[in-house]
C-alpha cells in the first residue's frame, strides 16, 4: 500500500519554529517531487512550497517565504518543511504530496494540487499563544 504520512505538527507560540516530516511507506520518494500544501479553517487548500526529486529546484508561496525551507532525504525517504518565525495565520493542516511526473511539467505549477498522485492524512499545526 503507497502512503504518505506526516508529523510534527502541534502548538506553537507565535515566533516559533515546528519542523513537519513526510515519509513514505511502499513506495520510495526519489523520484517524486513533493509538495507541502495547508488547508485553514474556512479557506481552500493552497500550496505552501515544494522540491524536486533531486532538491534542484524549490518554490515557496510568498506568505511563508525567507521563514519556511524545504528540503529532503532520499536516504531517510523523508521530506522535511522548517517552519520558522510562526504567525497565527499559518494555522492549518499541512499536507504533503507526492508528483511522480514533476520533472515533465513545468516547475512554476508545482502548487497545481491535482498534478499530484498521492496525499497524505495531514498534520495540524497551530499557531497561538
Known amino acids: 500500500q503507497l502512503q504518505l504520512v506526516e508529523s510534527g505538527g502541534g502548538l506553537v507560540q507565535p515566533g516559533g519554529s515546528l519542523r513537519l516530516s513526510c515519509s513514505a511507506s511502499?513506495?520510495?520518494?526519489?523520484?517524486?517531487?513533493i509538495g507541502w500544501f495547508r488547508r485553514a479553517p474556512g479557506k481552500d487548500r493552497e500550496g505552501v512550497s515544494c522540491?524536486?526529486?533531486?532538491?534542484?529546484?524549490?518554490n515557496y508561496a510568498d506568505s511563508v517565504k525567507g521563514r519556511f525551507t524545504i528540503s529532503r532525504d532520499n536516504a531517510k525517504n523523508t521530506v522535511y518543511l522548517q517552519m520558522n518565525s510562526l504567525k497565527p495565520e499559518d494555522t492549518a493542516v499541512y499536507y504533503c504530496?507526492?508528483?511522480?511526473?514533476?520533472?515533465?511539467?513545468?516547475?512554476?505549477?508545482?502548487?497545481?494540487?491535482?498534478?499530484?498522485?498521492?496525499w497524505g492524512q495531514g498534520t495540524q499545526v497551530t499557531v497561538s499563544s
Open positions: 504530496a507526492a508528483d511522480r511526473w514533476r520533472h515533465s511539467r513545468s516547475w512554476d505549477t508545482c502548487f497545481n494540487d491535482f498534478e499530484y498522485d498521492y
Open positions: 522540491i524536486s526529486s533531486n532538491s534542484g529546484s524549490t
Open positions: 511502499g513506495f520510495t520518494l526519489d523520484s517524486y517531487a
